[in-house]
């Protein structure tokens, strides 16, 4: 019976055999080729086997003990730093030593099974056989393990793109209530993904930032009309009112188990700091505010002042960049401020008297 030919198998089995008996290393040789194994890989030299393993992982390790030097219980110490971890490979200890302290130290140190010298040549085969049934066990629940995990990511990943689409549609429901389009939304994210990238935040960062920034405003789903509306000047009451977004925001936001919700909820409560410690709702100052939200709040105090709001006409560019320079350092990061002048756009908008001391 050619064993290693099972179709179970997704390539040959291989098997390392470590053994400082030359005759006994041909003996086995010959033994496993006869049973239809073909990568078979040796050495007389313990110290050479955590090499071999490590270069080619094998299947099965046959291993003799009592060697010279580099013996058999340093080779079971080398291999928890060789093999991957919680990867199972068995270990078949060769040995003529009976005495039951030894094993128990072997299997301490992680022997799967032994087998006595002089060992029955069939029981050899056999005793292989068996172990790389479990190892082949041990490998399909592997690949079984990390398929489900991959369905359960992708289904996880399908579910959080859902109640993030969810989500940008209230966003969306609350941006059309204070603005003809949803413009302001994709400018807000378009621009702190890019002031993001600018200012060194790694790629993948950069773009969950840009995707959780148009979220920034959701909490207006929250204001009455009156209050959001209003042309003219707020009273103190609905000032308190309007600034409650910032709060309600991150409530409807919060508890996503996705880096983006996270992040949304974060830019939702806290896009409203203010660098010097004056805004809301936290008070928080400097580097306290989150990277994101003072990010986000460039984005969306300059985005705002651009375009027509119901209350009021768009600023000119130039004005509105000219806001954000003279805020740097008060209501604005300045390492975020410096990153959106270096926006070509924005540098060639720069108002020629602030370029003198910018």
């Not at 056999?126 to 066990?137: D, K, P």
Request: aromatic share 4%; net charge negative.
């Amino acid at each position: 019976m050619r064993h290693a030919q099972s179709a179970e198998w997704q390539r040959t089995p291989r098997i390392l055999v470590v053994d400082d008996d030359p005759s006994g290393v041909k003996l086995i040789h010959r033994l496993l080729t006869a049973a239809g194994y073909e990568d078979i890989v040796s050495t007389t030299d313990a110290s050479h086997s955590l090499a071999l393993a490590r270069i080619s992982p094998p299947d099965l390790i046959l291993l003799d003990l009592h060697m010279p030097g580099f013996d058999g219980f340093d080779v079971l110490k080398g291999l928890k730093d060789v093999l991957a971890e919680n990867d199972f490979t068995p270990v078949l200890v060769l040995t003529g030593d009976l005495i039951a302290e030894t094993r128990r130290r072997a299997l301490t140190l992680g022997a799967t099974d032994f087998l006595t010298k002089p060992f029955d040549n069939a029981e050899l085969v056999l005793r292989i056989h068996n172990l790389l049934q479990i190892r082949l066990l041990h490998l399909s629940l592997s690949r079984q393990k990390d398929a489900l995990q991959h369905t359960l990511s992708r289904r996880e990943a399908e579910l959080d793109e859902a109640r993030l689409e969810m989500l940008e549609r209230l966003a969306l429901a609350a941006e059309l209530r204070d603005t003809e389009t949803g413009r302001h939304m994709r400018g807000v994210g378009e621009l702190a993904g890019s002031l993001a990238r600018r200012m060194g935040v790694d790629a993948e960062t950069a773009a969950m930032i840009g995707r959780a920034a148009p979220l920034h405003d959701i909490g207006k789903l929250g204001i009455p009309d009156s209050a959001l509306l209003k042309n003219g000047l707020l009273s103190a009451q609905e000032t308190e009112l309007m600034r409650s977004h910032a709060i309600v925001g991150e409530r409807l936001l919060s508890g996503g188990v996705s880096m983006v919700m996270q992040t949304a909820a974060v830019i939702a409560r806290h896009h409203h700091e203010r660098w010097d410690g004056t805004g809301y709702p936290d008070r928080l100052s400097g580097h306290a505010i989150p990277l994101a939200a003072r990010i986000v709040a460039v984005a969306d105090v300059f985005d705002a002042l651009a375009h027509d709001r119901p209350y009021r006409k768009a600023w000119p560019e130039e004005a509105a960049i000219e806001l954000i320079i003279e805020g740097s350092g008060t209501h604005f990061d300045p390492a975020v401020v410096e990153a959106f002048m270096s926006e070509p756009w924005v540098a060639s908008r720069i108002p020629r008297a602030l370029q003198c001391t910018a």
